[in-house]
C-alpha cells in the first residue's frame, strides 16, 4: 500500500528545459492535486483534477500544464523550465470529491532551475 | 480575502515540555480545518480534522481546538517527543469547496 509516489524526488533543470513529474495513487482516490511549497509560504494550488478526464487551474498555473492519465495517474509538465519554478512540488490525492476527507500527500519532488 | 496566519514561525523546546501552536484564519464561509504534520523532506500528513460545530478534538498527545467565532485554532502538544519535531501546517476550507488554504506552518524544534 505504497499511497501516493511521485517521481523523481530531485531534479536541477536548466532555464528552458522541459521536464515532467510523475504522480501515481493507488488508494482509487478521484480527486488529484499539485501543490508547490515555497519557503515562508503555504502550499499553493497549482491544477487539480476533480474525476478522471478533468482538469482546472489553481491558484498558480502560470508555465504548467497537466494529464490526468487515468484514475490513479496525474502528471505536471513545465514546457520551458524557469528559475522562479524552483519549489518542491506535492501530489496529492482525495477520495470524496473536491472536500471530503483528507488530503494524501506524497513526499514531494525538489526541483532546482539554474 | 483568505488567508491562514499562523504563529509563531518557529518554535524551540525541550523534550518532555508542552506547546501551543496558533493559527488564525479568515476563510469565509467556513467549512473544516485541519492540522497536518509535516516532517523534513516528507509530505504532510494529518492530525486532525475540525468541522464548525466542533471545538476540541484529540489524537494521541495533540489535542486541536477551534473557535470559530472569533475564527482561532489552537494546536496543543503534550509531552514532547524528539519525534515531533517538524513543521506544523494548519488548513482551512470554505463550505463551496472552491478554496483550501494553507498557512506557511510552524517549523517545532524538540531539543533533547
Known amino acids: 500500500n505504497a499511497g501516493v509516489t511521485q517521481t523523481p524526488k530531485f531534479q536541477v533543470l536548466k532555464t528552458g528545459q522541459s521536464m515532467t513529474l510523475q504522480c501515481a495513487q493507488d488508494?482509487?482516490?478521484?480527486?488529484m492535486y499539485w501543490y508547490r511549497q515555497d519557503p515562508g509560504m503555504g502550499l499553493r494550488l497549482i491544477y487539480y483534477?476533480?474525476?478522471?478526464?478533468?482538469?482546472d487551474k489553481g491558484e498558480v498555473p502560470n508555465g504548467y500544464n497537466v494529464s490526468r492519465l487515468n484514475k490513479r495517474e496525474f502528471s505536471l509538465r513545465l514546457e520551458s523550465a524557469a528559475p522562479s519554478q524552483t519549489s518542491v512540488y506535492f501530489c496529492?490525492?482525495?477520495?470524496?470529491?473536491?472536500?471530503?476527507?483528507?488530503?494524501?500527500f506524497g513526499a514531494g519532488s525538489r526541483l532546482t532551475v539554474l | 480575502k483568505n488567508q491562514v496566519e499562523q504563529s509563531p514561525q518557529s518554535l524551540i523546546i525541550l523534550e518532555g515540555k508542552n506547546c501551543t501552536l496558533q493559527?488564525?484564519?479568515?476563510?469565509?464561509?467556513?467549512?473544516?480545518l485541519r492540522w497536518y504534520k509535516q516532517d523534513t523532506g516528507r509530505g504532510p500528513v494529518s492530525l486532525t480534522i475540525?468541522?464548525?460545530?466542533?471545538n476540541t478534538k484529540s489524537n494521541g498527545r495533540y489535542t486541536a481546538t477551534l473557535d470559530a467565532d472569533t475564527k482561532q485554532s489552537s494546536l496543543h502538544i503534550t509531552a514532547s517527543q524528539l519525534s515531533d519535531s517538524a513543521s506544523y501546517i494548519c488548513?482551512?476550507?470554505?463550505?463551496?469547496?472552491?478554496?483550501?488554504?494553507f498557512g506557511a506552518g510552524t517549523r517545532l524544534f524538540v531539543k533533547a
Open positions: 493559527c488564525n484564519y479568515t476563510v469565509s464561509p467556513f467549512s473544516n
Open positions: 496529492a490525492s482525495r477520495d470524496r470529491g473536491l472536500m471530503g476527507n483528507v488530503l494524501t
Open positions: 488508494m482509487n482516490h478521484n480527486s
Open positions: 488548513v482551512v476550507s470554505d463550505t463551496g469547496g472552491f478554496k483550501t488554504i
Open positions: 475540525m468541522t464548525f460545530s466542533e
Open positions: 483534477s476533480a474525476s478522471e478526464g478533468t482538469t
